[in-house]
């Protein structure tokens, strides 16, 4: 599987993106996806995951309330959509996949992909 995440970019304190994750070479609908994001000078944390089919979500509780992940499997996309943007949000943010089973949420994740930066400006 192979997956390219996009939507990244300069926003403003308090703005908002979307993130985008494109899957090829497997079938989406067998996977659950994550999202990712490593900030400059610390270790890779979760922000967020959701199941194959869509109906269960996870956060990590630096974003909840604020992100919102979801996909559409007929477009093979995952979606991160970030609202209240902070400056302590700024990092490369990395889309994942894992076979069937979301849980735990935070860790087992096969495929990556390259990353896109975010940068909040305060």
């Known amino acids: 599987v192979q997956l390219q995440a996009s939507g990244g970019g300069l926003v403003q304190a308090g703005g908002s993106l979307r993130l985008s994750c494109a899957a090829s070479?497997?079938?989406?609908?067998?996977?659950?996806m994550g999202w990712f994001r490593q900030a400059p000078g610390k270790e890779r944390e979760f922000v967020a995951a959701?199941?194959?089919?869509?109906?269960?979500?996870s956060y990590s509780d630096s974003v909840r309330g604020r992100f919102a992940i979801s996909r559409d499997n007929a477009k093979n996309t995952v979606y991160l959509q970030m609202s209240g943007l902070k400056p302590e949000d700024t990092a490369v943010y990395y889309c994942?996949?894992?076979?069937?089973?979301?849980?735990?949420?935070?860790?087992?994740?096969?495929?990556w992909g390259q990353g896109t930066q975010v940068t909040v400006s305060s």
């Open positions: 994942a996949a894992k076979y069937r089973i979301m849980n735990p949420p935070e860790t087992g994740y096969t495929y």
């Open positions: 959701i199941t194959w089919r869509g109906s269960t979500t």
């Open positions: 070479g497997g079938t989406f609908s067998n996977y659950a």
